[in-house]
């Protein structure tokens, strides 16, 4: 089983690992800082350094409790033998500082209208999507939205990760959708993500660990897709 180091530090750059299986290409390792597609999250990238190779990490995938890193070609290695990994951390930083964002704005959401209205959201390098359901939501309204999210920001909360169990999460409001809960009912340890005095929600994702490193929320675009299904891109301004 793959040790997942940035489950309790995102802000690891580096680390030695040793390969456990190697199928060309694509090595599975037992320590792991790559984060793999998830949540809305995409993977990061990165590379690997054997001897006197250097090998760029193209995609980081699950097989059960294992990460496998694909590398751009075949390494010639033997199982056990260790490799550094070294993370894009500009990429892993701007995705850590825009997942943040979004959990502050779902926090502002849950505070202010007594619901999570988030149905979906999406990572990229240097924005977010995020989709609301939110009858009567105007790009005005949205607008205020975001200005309180950049309010708690500036107030500098701490932003911690914490792991539950079952029963000690199951007294709070960690999951605010339906595949949430069915996911959360299957799992017997439960990572949360605590916005200290706005928000706590279970995660796999990786966080910032001050809202004052998100920089300041802007507003991009807003889509109506319908009734109640608008659509948010924001970007952040450092």
Known sequence: MTEKLYLN???????????TNINGSEITVDNDIFYPNGGGQPADSGKVLYKENEYLVKDIKK????????LDRVIDANEGDEIKEIIDWEKRYAHMKLHTAIHII??????????????????YDDRARIDIS???????????IIEK????ISEGHE???KFLTKEEASNK????????????????????????GLDEQMDGGTHVKNTTE??????????????????LYIKLND
């Open 173 to 196: 409001n960690l999951v605010r959708t339906q595949p949430g809960r069915e996911l959360m009912n299957t799992l017997d340890i439960i990572r949360v993500i605590e916005i200290s």
């Open 134 to 144: 939110m009858e009567g939501l105007t790009k005005e309204l949205a607008s205020g």
């Open 9 to 19: 530090d995102s802000y690891l750059r580096e680390i030695n690992a040793k390969m």
């Open 63 to 70: 097989d059960g409790e294992n990460i496998v890193l694909v």
């Open 149 to 152: 999210a950049n309010s708690v």
């Open 106 to 123: 779902d926090g502002v959401l849950e505070k202010d209208y007594n619901s999570s209205l988030i149905t979906g959201n999406q990572i």
């Open 159 to 161: 932003v911690n990760v």
């Open 214 to 231: 998100v920089g300041r929320i802007i507003l991009e675009s807003f889509e109506n897709k319908g009734k109640q299904n608008k659509r």
